[in-house]
């Protein structure tokens, strides 16, 4: 499975981005797609993903601002970033696993998020 991400960029604090990350092959055999990110000097955390039945889940501190969904005929799952603040600016990864347990990730896009 190949993954490509694109979206990132510079953006003032108050600004938004969105995120897209487009699978090679149908999003419906992902059991799970997510948008994952690693600031300078931290691990890896999940920001959000979305299971194949349509729940999500969000980092706390991204409730609200951030929105993660899916175009199953663009085999594409979006991130739209909002309100971005400083505390935002990483790589932002997406990872998917698919039904036989298997994970996989793209290459990351960089958010800068200026004061």
């Known amino acids: 499975v190949q993954l490509q991400a694109s979206g990132g960029g510079l953006v003032q604090a108050g600004g938004s981005l969105r995120l897209s990350c487009t699978a090679s092959r149908s999003i419906f055999s992902f059991n799970v797609m997510g948008w994952y990110r690693q600031a300078p000097g931290n691990e890896r955390e999940l920001a959000a993903e979305i299971k194949s039945g349509g729940s999500t889940k969000y980092l706390n501190s991204l409730k609200g601002r951030f929105t993660i969904s899916r175009d199953s005929a663009k085999n594409t799952v979006y991130l739209q970033m909002n309100t971005l603040k400083p505390e935002d600016t990483a790589v932002y990864y997406c990872?998917?696993?698919?039904?036989?347990?298997?994970?996989?990730w793209g290459k990351g896009t960089l958010v800068t998020v200026s004061s």
């Open positions: 990872g998917v696993a698919d039904t036989d347990g298997m994970h996989y």
